[in-house]
């Protein structure tokens, strides 16, 4: 019997200290579209898109504009935290763009002005509630408009808490131009969460043992080599999971676990807390499936998370049950059958609804409901209120007073959500909070319907200004609303609940119920002859209680002229008028100009009478051209 042959490969790769990679084929990770076995997020300073300006040194204010995006709903208040570099002398303005999340925000500077769109929790600050723009450029805009000056922008991808520095640096160039992966690190820091979590199984696997894999990948110019990572863990783990941290070799890492019971293997350095000892590490491999190999060399057949995220000073992670993760095996095709539970779970995460002061609106992506087979159609308690549907978007508005809607105390509204399936109903209640705001809206018309943003000049415009407020809405006053134009003194329209200005007159406002006040007046903008025409202007109101609490609403209009065409900008009425008049005299003259040379440069022959003794063929020839021009303006016979 001859000697048995080993494979060389694996021997080598043993000798070595590295895994066979051989040993992760059948695992090809994928995202993680089940709950989550882990919740990780991350310290950063390189925001999605940036800038920085000195724009505003020269101005009353420095202002810093955040703009959150999310990959999924927000999984809880976003916490903003505002400091001062030394004292707050100099005011500050923050602007915080965060639609359909909420937010506590904080800072010991009394005299920050916050504009936001977010849901704020009691412990926040007092803010305003603007309708800011939507797009990066439009909020860039609106904010340099509105305070003639920026000091910073930032694009946030899932935060969970923001820092934000105040300070300004006269060396920042002059105009804030977005930059992609801009580097915040002078004025902010933010805590990240990671959405980006993948997993996979081995079929052959014997072990149901977990592993769960963070991979630290650094930039060369990195200057990051120390790293504090907070551990939690599930109550009474059985010890059956591992954690990989690998990063480079000279990375120290500081771990806090919290009630783990958990297996490490860690690259570079480490040090436990309350530890005084620094642990020499071990040498990992820095591929994706080579970390695979390494957990499956272990005998831990499960990759329950692999978490791949940017070098970073802090990592907090939180460790679920992994008897309750549902990682996916890709080694076989799967048929997917939809639990029964899913359409619930997905309305869950989404909370599509929407509420103003009068209306309940609900927006749903058509592609967010691809794992629900079969809907036909989204409804509201009342199900002749049906959701209206394009190729991307499920859409439904619908005041609060109609669909089955009912008000409770404290600003809510309630109804039921219905996705109608081809064989069965999903119910979903609804219960929205109404945002404790001043709402700002244009009407064309008197009837206070179709709301627009076009204000058209030399014709009457009608404002609706309204609030909830439960507690005691007869204290709500309309303080003041303004029009404000670039290049024109602001327009004072209503103060005080009286109208200010010519063509300004306050209108009967509807009677207060569950709480809501409306306030409504109309106004006419007019512009002196040869006046500028600005392309648009502010419309600005505020609404206050007797404690001098103060709701402050922005509206922004596009200004409209139809008695102008857009070439004719800038040029008055009579002016108008006489490039009009003067073009048709220019052509009148011309057509006379040329009947007058053409009538007097025609032959004689052409302007006689026929001879009788011309002979035939020349009385046929003339009679024949006579005849063929009887029928144009400049005939002889019609000269005749």
Same mark, same amino acid.
């Given at each position: 019997?001859?000697?048995?042959?080993?494979?060389?490969?694996?021997?080598?790769?043993? @000798?070595?200290?590295?895994?066979?990679?051989?040993?992760?084929?059948?695992?090809?990770?994928?995202?993680?579209?089940?709950?989550?076995?882990?919740?990780?997020?991350?310290?950063?300073?390189?925001?999605?898109?940036?800038?920085?300006?000195?724009?505003?040194?020269?101005?009353?204010?420095?202002? /810093?504009?955040?703009?959150?995006?999310? *990959?999924?709903?927000?999984?809880?208040?976003?916490?903003?935290?505002?400091?001062?570099?030394?004292?707050?002398?100099?005011?500050?303005?923050?602007?915080?763009?965060?639609?359909?999340?909420?937010?506590?925000?904080?800072?010991?500077?009394?005299?920050?002005?916050?504009?936001?769109?977010?849901?704020?929790?009691?412990? &926040?600050?007092?803010?305003?509630?603007?309708?800011?723009?939507?797009? *990066?450029?439009?909020?860039?805009?609106?904010?340099?408009?509105?305070?003639?000056?920026?000091?910073?922008?930032?694009?946030?991808?899932?935060?969970?808490?923001?820092?934000?520095?105040?300070?300004?640096?006269?060396?920042?160039?002059?105009?804030?131009?977005?930059?992609?992966?801009?580097?915040?690190?002078?004025?902010?820091?933010?805590?990240?969460?990671?959405?980006?979590?993948?997993?996979?199984?081995?079929?052959?696997?014997?072990?149901?043992?977990?592993?769960?894999?963070?991979?630290?990948?650094?930039?060369?110019?990195?200057?990051?080599?120390?790293?504090?990572?907070?551990?939690?863990?599930?109550?009474?783990?059985?010890?059956?999971?591992?954690?990989?941290?690998?990063? +480079?070799?000279? =990375?120290?890492?500081? @771990?806090?676990?919290?009630?783990?019971?958990?297996?490490?293997?860690?690259?570079?350095?480490?040090?436990?807390?309350?530890?005084?000892?620094?642990?020499?590490?071990?040498?990992?491999?820095?591929?994706?499936?080579?970390?695979?190999? +390494?957990? =499956?060399?272990?005998?831990?057949?499960?990759?329950?998370?692999?978490?791949?995220?940017?070098?970073?000073?802090?990592?907090?992670? +939180?460790? /679920?049950?992994?008897?309750?993760?549902?990682?996916?095996?890709?080694?076989?095709?799967?048929?997917?059958?939809?639990?029964?539970?899913?359409?619930?779970?997905?309305?869950?995460?989404?909370?599509?609804?929407?509420?103003?002061?009068?209306?309940?609106?609900?927006?749903?992506?058509?592609?967010?409901?691809?794992?629900? +087979?079969?809907?036909?159609?989204?409804?509201?308690?009342?199900?002749?209120?049906?959701?209206?549907?394009?190729?991307?978007?499920?859409?439904?508005?619908? !005041?609060?007073?109609?669909?089955?809607?009912?008000?409770?105390?404290?600003?809510?509204?309630?109804?039921?959500?219905?996705?109608?399936?081809?064989?069965?109903?999903?119910?979903?209640?609804?219960?929205?909070?109404?945002?404790?705001?001043?709402?700002?809206?244009? =009407?064309?018309?008197?009837? =206070?319907?179709?709301?627009?943003?076009?204000?058209?000049?030399?014709?009457?415009?009608?404002?609706?200004?309204?609030?909830?407020?439960?507690? /005691?809405?007869?204290?709500?006053?309309?303080?003041?609303?303004?029009?404000?134009?670039?290049?024109?003194? !602001?327009?004072?329209?209503?103060?005080?609940?009286?109208?200010?200005?010519?063509?300004?007159?306050?209108?009967?406002?509807?009677?207060?119920?569950?709480?809501?006040?409306?306030?409504?007046?109309?106004?006419?903008?007019?512009?002196?002859?040869?006046?500028?025409?600005?392309?648009?202007?502010?419309?600005?109101?505020?609404?206050?209680?007797?404690?001098?609490?103060?709701?402050?609403?922005?509206?922004?209009?596009?200004?409209?002229?139809?008695?102008? !065409?857009?070439?004719?900008?800038?040029?008055?009425?009579?002016?108008?008028?006489?490039?009009?008049?003067?073009?048709?005299?220019?052509?009148?003259?011309?057509?006379?100009? @040329?009947?007058?040379?053409?009538?007097?440069?025609? !032959?004689?022959?052409?302007?006689?009478?026929?001879?009788?003794?011309?002979?035939? *063929?020349?009385?046929? &020839?003339?009679?024949?051209?006579?005849?063929?021009?009887?029928?144009?303006?400049?005939?002889?016979?019609?000269?005749?």
């Amino acid at each position: 019997m001859g000697p048995r042959s080993v494979p060389l490969l694996p021997l080598l790769l043993a @000798l070595l200290g590295r895994p066979d990679p051989g040993r992760a084929e059948g695992c090809d990770l994928q995202p993680v579209t089940a709950k989550p076995p882990i919740t990780l997020f991350y310290a950063t300073s390189t925001v999605l898109r940036g800038c920085v300006s000195n724009s505003s040194m020269n101005t009353g204010h420095e202002v /810093h504009v955040l703009r959150v995006k999310w *990959s999924e709903d927000s999984p809880g208040p976003l916490v903003v935290t505002v400091t001062p570099r030394a004292d707050c002398s100099r005011p500050a303005v923050l602007i915080l763009l965060c639609t359909f999340c909420s937010a506590t925000i904080t800072s010991p500077c009394s005299n920050l002005i916050i504009h936001t769109d977010a849901h704020l929790t009691p412990d &926040s600050m007092r803010a305003s509630n603007p309708e800011l723009p939507m797009n *990066s450029s439009d909020l860039l805009g609106w904010a340099i408009t509105t305070y003639r000056g920026i000091t910073s922008y930032s694009e946030l991808q899932d935060p969970h808490r923001v820092q934000l520095h105040l300070g300004e640096d006269a060396h920042s160039p002059p105009e804030c131009i977005l930059q992609e992966h801009f580097n915040a690190t002078l004025h902010l820091e933010t805590e990240v969460f990671f959405h980006g979590v993948k997993g996979c199984s081995r079929s052959d696997a014997q072990s149901t043992r977990a592993a769960h894999i963070v991979h630290l990948q650094s930039e060369p110019s990195s200057p990051i080599t120390e790293v504090k990572l907070s551990l939690g863990c599930p109550q009474n783990s059985a010890g059956d999971q591992m954690l990989i941290l690998q990063s +480079k070799a000279n =990375f120290t890492w500081f @771990l806090t676990l919290e009630e783990c019971n958990i297996q490490l293997l860690v690259s570079g350095n480490y040090k436990i807390a309350f530890s005084p000892t620094l642990i020499s590490g071990t040498l990992l491999p820095d591929t994706e499936q080579d970390l695979i190999a +390494k957990a =499956f060399e272990m005998n831990y057949g499960v990759i329950a998370s692999y978490s791949a995220i940017p070098a970073s000073t802090h990592i907090n992670l +939180k460790i /679920h049950g992994h008897e309750t993760v549902e990682t996916p095996v890709t080694t076989n095709p799967l048929v997917i059958t939809q639990p029964p539970d899913l359409p619930h779970q997905v309305l869950l995460t989404l909370k599509p609804w929407k509420c103003t002061d009068e209306t309940m609106e609900i927006v749903i992506i058509r592609s967010y409901l691809e794992p629900i +087979k079969d809907v036909v159609n989204i409804t509201l308690r009342d199900i002749s209120c049906q959701a209206e549907k394009n190729a991307t978007h499920f859409m439904l508005k619908s !005041p609060l007073s109609h669909c089955g809607t009912s008000l409770e105390g404290r600003g809510y509204a309630n109804n039921e959500l219905i996705l109608s399936l081809a064989k069965d109903a999903v119910l979903r209640s609804v219960r929205c909070e109404i945002p404790r705001e001043l709402f700002l809206r244009l =009407f064309p018309t008197a009837d =206070f319907k179709a709301p627009q943003t076009e204000l058209e000049i030399n014709k009457e415009a009608f404002v609706q200004a309204s609030m909830r407020w439960m507690d /005691h809405p007869a204290d709500l006053q309309l303080k003041e609303c303004w029009l404000v134009a670039s290049g024109q003194e !602001p327009v004072l329209l209503v103060q005080g609940g009286e109208a200010r200005g010519a063509g300004v007159a306050v209108l009967e406002s509807p009677t207060s119920s569950h709480g809501r006040k409306v306030w409504r007046f109309r106004f006419t903008y007019t512009i002196p002859e040869g006046g500028h025409i600005p392309s648009s202007a502010i419309l600005k109101c505020k609404a206050g209680l007797q404690n001098d609490t103060i709701f402050e609403k922005v509206l922004d209009v596009t200004v409209k002229d139809a008695w102008r !065409p857009l070439n004719y900008r800038g040029l008055g009425l009579a002016a108008v008028l006489g490039i009009t008049f003067g073009a048709f005299l220019i052509g009148a003259l011309l057509t006379a100009g @040329l009947w007058y040379i053409y009538s007097h440069t025609r !032959p004689i022959s052409k302007l006689q009478p026929v001879s009788s003794t011309a002979p035939a *063929s020349e009385s046929s &020839s003339t009679n024949h051209s006579i005849g063929s021009t009887q029928s144009t303006p400049c005939s002889t016979s019609s000269m005749a």
